[in-house]
């Protein structure tokens, strides 16, 4: 079995905090963080680790796992 990562979880995390503010306590772009909640572009594992701090979870709790069978792509 493997995992890949499905969609990004990060505007339900963010809760009542804004993009905003959120990009401001990661010290990166408004943009960046926009591109993140539309899968434009993935989180780095450094990134998503300051994110949970900063909300108060888990980094893989960014993406949505899906398993695959490994030596299948879907």
Same mark, same amino acid.
């Given at each position: ?21 959120? *990009? #401001? ?10 591109? =993140? &909640?539309?899968?434009?572009?993935e989180m ?7 994110? *949970? #701090? ?10 949505? =796992? &899906? ?8």
């Amino acid at each position: 079995m493997a995992l890949r990562k499905g969609r990004c979880r990060l505007q339900e995390l963010l809760g009542d905090m804004t993009q905003t503010e959120f *990009a #401001r306590r990661m010290k990166v772009a408004d943009s960046t963080v926009s591109r =993140w &909640i539309k899968n434009e572009r993935e989180m780095s594992y450094e990134n998503a680790v300051l994110a *949970a #701090r900063i909300l108060g979870c888990h980094a893989e709790d960014f993406y949505i =796992w &899906i398993e695959v069978q490994k030596g299948k792509r879907q």
